[in-house]
Antibody
Framework: QVQLQESGPGLVKPSETLSLTCVVS????????WSWIRQSPGKGLEWIGY???????KYNPSLESRVAISVDTSKNHLSLRLSSVTAADTAVYYC?????????WGQGTLVTVSS | QSVLTQPPSVSGAPGQTVTISCTGS?????????VHWYQQLPGTAPKLLIY???NRPSGVSDRFSDSKSGTSASLAITGLQAEDEADYFC???????????FGGGTKVGVL
């Protein structure tokens, strides 16, 4: 059974970098695509980007200048970094397996951007 | 303002059928990109409900079905049950934005 668990700081200051980790269990991280998606009351669900260990990354153009997604196959986890955050980046962040559709989702982690 | 437009809410009595629309444009649904639907129960993460052309993941009831025509898609829930109370989102790809996009979500209520 595929399980994904997001974790990271719940509070990030404006202009700093948001860093999250998603631990994957029940399947190998190799051979699949892995996505990050966020959900906020103001902007709804927003796709951030995806990564494949074999085929690389693709980011939402609206966030591309600030986003980096990486995978660590030895730890079977993926990471998200979002730089220069503002209050508009406050959201619940989800990791998911695959894209189009997003097949399996983690439970999500709330990140608040505030000083 | 979401790229895919959904009604904010729909409701129905137990046993009835409700339909949720998802209206896009020529750069997403109208361009032939697949439409997928997700169910989000209160306090939980979205869950894939239907993908592609009426395909359901294992364990999803056949009371859920979808259709697509032109620049729109629809999700139908037949035999409405109390457990169907949730938010429902459509999702597709938009070639103008080069991004995967979601509808704003529809809250389904059971009267």
């Amino acid at each position: 059974q595929v399980q994904l668990q997001e974790s990271g700081p719940g509070l990030v200051k404006p202009s700093e970098t948001l860093s999250l980790t998603c631990v994957v269990s029940g399947t190998s991280i190799s051979g699949y695509y892995w996505s990050w998606i966020r959900q906020s009351p103001g902007k709804g669900l927003e796709w951030i980007g995806y990564i494949s260990y074999t085929w690389g990354t693709k980011y939402n153009p609206s966030l591309e200048s600030r986003v980096a997604i990486s995978v660590d196959t030895s730890k079977n986890h993926l990471s998200l970094r979002l730089s220069s955050v503002t209050a508009a980046d406050t959201a619940v962040y989800y990791c998911a397996r695959d894209f189009d559709p997003f097949e399996h989702w983690g439970q999500g982690t709330l990140v608040t951007v505030s000083s | 303002q979401s790229v895919l437009t959904q009604p904010p809410s729909v409701s129905g009595a137990p046993g009835q059928t409700v339909t949720i629309s998802c209206t896009g444009s020529s750069s997403n649904i109208g361009a032939g990109y697949g439409v997928h639907w997700y169910q989000q129960l209160p306090g939980t993460a979205p869950k894939l409900l239907i993908y592609g052309n009426n395909n359901r993941p294992s364990g999803v009831s056949d009371r859920f079905s979808d259709s697509k025509s032109g620049t729109s898609a629809s999700l139908a829930i037949t035999g409405l049950q109390a457990e169907d109370e949730a938010d429902y989102f459509c999702q597709s790809y938009d070639s103008s934005l080069s991004a995967y996009v979601f509808g704003g979500g529809t809250k389904v209520g059971v009267l």
